[in-house]
């Protein structure tokens, strides 16, 4: 599938997944004895949607924690970045946090969001230009697990990157690592990064955030099923499908799966797959990491810790990172 030019002002340099990819995908992940679904495949529009209203429940900490200490600390943190830098926000969705930091940068050369959901991603460009007139905007539709090429001639005189809301965590440790070390390279030699990091804490607080009383984030990991069958000629009853949250204290994660509900076969592009009650499809991670342990993978994937700002209760952190020249 080619990927057309959805933005006047931005040229898509990196290839969208397309449903050779997803169902690729899909294939692999059900054919392993614990069948997996890779969690980047939630955000279709749907699932952006309901991520919005995920971060907006009583439970789900993250999110309001997060922007509380960019909104305590968001001149410090602004700081940590190059002056007139170009700011390149990974897998951007909305702009509410992004927006805490660019009232402190009035000299940025230009704002790069890079999201996989061309919708969601074309609504918010637009929204953020009429706030910010002045602030050059261009937006990219790629899969920021993939390498892909940022726009030149930016008129920075440095890249800057922005990694928000502790999606570091949904990648195992040795791919967290990887990634850092290819934003490192997209970034270029000097480059700084902001990352939400979420922390470890009572399982409880966790597990809570990850199964909320309303049964959002349940719809959201179902959503992955309804997407398959739409885009894969899927036949899943998602109702068959119960949600489970739970904290995995040996491995420091949280841990997402859909749990079958009774002895059932499903089909996904002619292919057949049995369940037997009980049998879950792991959905995602969510790694929750100390100061000190995250400190240390940044350093593996070539990142050195400037700073570093906490919440007053330490539920979560944000990192300035600096890359050597």
Do not use: C
């Amino acid at each position: 599938m080619t990927i057309k030019p959805v933005f006047k002002d931005a040229t898509p340099l990196s290839r969208l997944p397309d449903d050779r990819d997803f169902l690729a995908d899909v294939l692999a992940g059900f054919a392993k004895p614990q069948k997996q679904l890779a969690a980047k495949y939630f955000y279709d529009a749907a699932g952006s949607d309901l991520f919005e209203a995920i971060t907006r429940l009583p439970e789900y900490y993250p999110t309001r924690t997060e922007l509380g200490i960019l909104d305590a600390r968001g001149a410090e943190i602004a700081a940590a970045l190059p002056r007139g830098a170009s700011l390149v926000e990974f897998g951007s969705g909305s702009t509410v946090k992004v927006r805490r930091l660019l009232r402190h940068l009035p000299e940025l050369a230009a704002y790069v969001p890079v999201d996989v959901s061309e919708s969601f991603l074309r609504s918010e460009a637009e929204a953020l230009r009429a706030d910010f007139p002045r602030l050059r905007v261009e937006p990219v539709a790629a899969d920021f697990t993939q390498p892909f090429t940022l726009p030149q001639d930016l008129g920075g005189a440095a890249f800057a990157g922005f990694f928000p809301g502790s999606t570091i965590g949904n990648f195992e440790p040795l791919e967290a690592a990887r990634l850092l070390a290819q934003f490192g390279q997209e970034l270029g030699a000097g480059a700084s990064l902001i990352v939400g990091v979420d922390l470890v804490k009572d399982p409880s607080v966790l597990e809570a955030a990850y199964d909320d009383r309303a049964g959002v984030t349940a719809a959201f990991n179902r959503n992955l099923l309804t997407r398959i069958n739409r885009e894969l000629a899927g036949d899943f009853d998602p109702e068959r499908f119960q949600h489970r949250a739970v904290f995995n204290a040996a491995a420091s994660r949280i841990e997402m799966h859909l749990v079958s509900t009774r002895a059932q076969t499903v089909t996904v592009a002619a292919r057949r797959f049995a369940f037997v009650e009980g049998e879950t499809i792991h959905t995602e991670n969510s790694y929750k990491y100390t100061i000190d342990s995250f400190r240390s993978l940044a350093l593996q994937a070539g990142w050195t810790s400037a700073a570093v700002w906490t919440d007053p209760q330490a539920l979560f952190s944000v990192h300035a990172l600096t890359r050597a020249e």
